[in-house]
């Protein structure tokens, strides 16, 4: 799996309009970032749950 992805950061303040003219708006880019980050720390503790019962106890 490649490298994980950092935390995406929300727009600051001045980023946005706040006229909710543009599309996509800078907030939609940002959920849509931190929905693939949540999605890969989701995998991410799978895939680590899974090794850690595949090792053997000692």
Known sequence: MPR?????T????????GGGACNPCVWDNYYARLQKW????AQLR???QQNN?????Q
């Open 46 to 48: 799978e895939e680590e």
């Open 10 to 17: 929300p727009p600051a303040d001045d980023d946005c309009c």
């Open 4 to 8: 994980p992805l950092k935390k995406p």
């Open 53 to 57: 019962e595949e090792k053997p106890s």
């Open 38 to 41: 949540r999605i890969e720390q």
